[in-house]
């Protein structure tokens, strides 16, 4: 009986090194994010990658990613300012309330 234990131990252990190897000789699965800084001039792409949303999004949509994002990122929280001048400008040109002013910075 004790033969056949450690037997199935052997086994578990070979079975658990084997699917560990194949799990790491997998490629990794990143999550893809926008390489490059800011343009000069805002776009709506450009508004639209900052607040996670398509540029096409209802304004209802907007505000929700608006909101969603600035609490990850406000400057109150530890969050930067500039980055928080950019989401705001994000949101007025995917809403239609900018004059083409740009951030503050």
Do not use: C
């Not at 926008?34 to 776009?43: I, L, R």
């Not at 990850?72 to 980055?83: F, I």
Request: glycine share 12%.
């Amino acid at each position: 009986m004790a033969g056949f234990a450690v037997a199935a131990a052997a086994y578990a252990g070979r079975y658990g090194i084997l699917a560990w190897q194949t799990i790491k000789a997998r490629p990794p699965k990143l999550r893809r994010f926008y390489e490059g800084g800011f343009e000069s001039v805002m776009t709506r792409r450009e508004a639209a990658q900052i607040l996670g949303v398509r540029e096409r999004t209802p304004s209802d949509k907007v505000r929700e990613a608006h909101r969603r994002v600035m609490v990850a990122n406000h400057p109150d929280a530890g969050g930067s300012h500039y980055l928080a001048s950019k989401i705001n400008e994000a949101k007025d040109l995917l809403l239609g309330k900018t004059k083409g002013g740009g951030s503050a910075f």
